[in-house]
């Protein structure tokens, strides 16, 4: 069964850490485009991180910028998500995805373009 499990959200007080867990089953993730999203309540989901098939190119977004960081752990089939100097406005459900296929172009900008699996999504709240 393929499947992405995330885990590590919480409560973090501003100017917090944390980090985010990607855990893949039924396919190595590395060999493929990964994409981290969050949405917020009201607001639509964005791509904030996405890193092409064969992790050529790996692109965030101007809001997590030199604060959120992308590692992988071959090992364990597992990417992470460290997210450094957390603001208020970080609160989210975060997701974690990725593409199978092969394209041309995986992502557009910070947000991959094609997701073929999805994880459950982990909270994050960030609040004093």
């Known amino acids: 069964q393929l499947q992405l499990v995330e885990s590590g959200g919480g409560l973090v007080q501003p100017g917090g850490s944390l980090r985010l867990s990607c855990a893949a089953s039924g396919f190595t993730l590395n060999a493929y485009a990964i994409g981290w999203f969050r949405q917020a309540p009201g607001k639509e989901r964005e791509g904030i991180l996405c890193?092409?098939?064969?992790?050529?190119?790996?692109n965030y977004a101007d809001s997590v910028k030199g604060r959120f960081t992308i590692s992988r752990d071959n090992a364990k089939n597992t990417v992470y998500l460290q997210m450094n100097s957390l603001k208020p406005e970080d609160a989210a459900v975060y997701y974690c995805?990725?593409?199978?296929?092969?394209?041309?172009?995986?992502?557009?900008?910070?947000?991959?373009?094609?997701?073929?699996?999805w994880g459950q999504g982990t909270q994050v709240t960030v609040s004093s």
């Open positions: 995805a990725v593409d199978l296929g092969v394209r041309n172009y995986y992502c557009s900008g910070p947000r991959l373009r094609s997701v073929d699996y």
């Open positions: 890193i092409s098939r064969g992790g050529g190119s790996t």
